[in-house]
């Protein structure tokens, strides 16, 4: 009988060698596809939380607010909206501020005669508050100009309907026939004629 040869392996030995490296590069393969099968998914589920994320700051930023004014109105000057609104919109419709100077609003707040009728005009600080808001969508007369105290003769207000033809005189309550959602100080929503003019 011939003698092994300690450095020489056996038929037996190279079999059972090439079981185990195979065992360990399969492990070791096998490992590797598990991994490459955890990747998509997790790029899918990042994906996924990525568009989620997205969509939401997309529906939170085009969600218009519960006021639909022109101008889009800061935080810090919501509260000078709504106190506007509290004292100005609940006897007439609000305007938005833009429509008339600077110059006209700072006039009307302080008056206490308020186009012939007797008011508590806004105490400070409210009357502050309001102001600043008032000032700020709202655009100073020019020097040599008369300030104005009718929408009727605010180059403003003209300037903001340049296509316009009014067939009748301009006040408070004609605002509502091509702005329906005026009483709710909605300026952007246009009755249906108006909805698809240049």
Not at 15 to 23: E, H, R, V, Y
Request: some cysteine.
């Amino acid at each position: 009988m011939a003698q092994r040869s300690p450095h020489f392996p056996t038929e037996a030995s190279s079999l059972s060698a090439a079981q185990t490296a195979g065992t360990n590069s399969g492990s070791s393969l096998w490992g590797r596809r598990r991994s490459r099968r955890r990747s998509p998914l997790i790029l899918i589920l990042l994906l996924l939380f990525w568009s989620v994320i997205l969509g939401l700051g997309l529906a939170q930023a085009s969600t218009p607010g519960a006021i639909g004014t022109v101008d889009v109105v800061p935080q810090n000057q919501q509260l000078g909206q709504q106190i506007y609104l509290e004292n100005c919109a609940t006897c007439h419709i609000g305007l938005p501020p833009a429509i008339m100077p600077s110059q006209t609003w700072q006039a009307l707040i302080q008056d206490s005669q308020h186009y012939g009728t007797a008011i508590t005009p806004i105490q400070d600080p409210y009357r502050l508050v309001t102001w600043n808001y008032l000032r700020t969508f709202s655009r100073p007369a020019q020097e040599n100009e008369s300030i104005p105290f009718r929408i009727s003769q605010s180059r403003y207000f003209k300037a903001l309907h340049p296509k316009v033809e009014f067939s009748t005189p301009i006040n408070l309550n004609s605002c509502v026939a091509c702005h329906p959602g005026a009483p709710r100080f909605d300026y952007r929503s246009l009755s249906a004629e108006w909805e698809d003019a240049p």
